[in-house]
């Protein structure tokens, strides 16, 4: 437990610490970026942006899950910190689940609060708005998962930040159609999906992040 609460620690001040490229609040701000764009793009159509508004948050929310991808892996494998957990005799397997956790403390929670104001702008009513919240629940910790696991796949590669961007994008989109289709009638189905495909990306994440950092160590 000790050794949890050190690693959690170490990075969630790594991934909020305000001098790390904006820290948590960059992901936040483009979030909210998106949201007051949007209006202007499509007009003042209340009807149109309350129908499509959910949907643009659930785009949003994943094109802020990527901005940090850089930041995940890439940075301890270059100063020779798995080599060292490695020594002590922690497995790459755990520091990968650890990192999943303050990644998603890191940008999750802060995302939910920011849809808040997300949805006042596209004229979200109480009840869509409800659902935005239960399914960025429900679906936040897969993307974290996912981005954590391509981080490490990608780290040590040349424009593997880019690259890593460009896979999370696609891999991404199962949370995206559930996450989006919960707005719906009947969305509780949706919501189920979305916390499905993210217990699967939490479940496959470490091994998958694990075995690909070993491989760069190699």
């Known amino acids: 437990m000790r050794l949890f609460a050190a690693l959690l620690r170490r990075d969630l001040s790594r991934l909020l610490g305000s001098g790390q490229g904006g820290g948590a609040m960059l992901p936040i701000l483009f979030f909210l970026a998106v949201a007051m764009i949007y209006p202007f793009a499509v007009g003042p159509d209340a009807p149109l942006l309350a129908r499509t508004g ?9 094109l802020a899950a990527i901005l940090p991808l850089d930041r995940l892996i890439e940075p301890d494998l270059e100063r020779g910190m798995f080599d060292q957990w490695a020594l002590r005799g922690i497995s790459e397997e755990w520091v990968i689940a650890v990192r999943v956790l303050s990644h998603w403390l890191s940008f999750g929670p802060p995302l939910m609060l920011a849809a808040l104001p997300a949805g006042a702008l596209l004229g979200l009513d109480g009840e869509a708005l409800l659902r935005v919240e239960l399914g960025l629940l429900a ?11 391509v981080a490490a796949i990608t780290a040590g590669l040349r424009g ?3 690259l890593a961007g460009l896979l999370v994008i696609p891999l991404g989109v199962p949370l995206l159609i559930f996450g989006a289709g919960s707005l719906s009638t009947g969305g509780q189905s949706g919501i189920a999906l979305t916390g499905a495909v993210s217990l699967v990306l939490l479940a496959v994440a470490p091994f998958a992040g694990g075995a690909a950092v070993r491989a760069s160590r190699d």
């Open 160 to 162: 593997g930040a880019a």
């Open 139 to 149: 679906g936040t910790p897969g993307l974290a998962a996912l981005g954590v696991a």
């Open 54 to 62: 959910g949907g643009v948050i659930w785009i949003a929310a994943l």
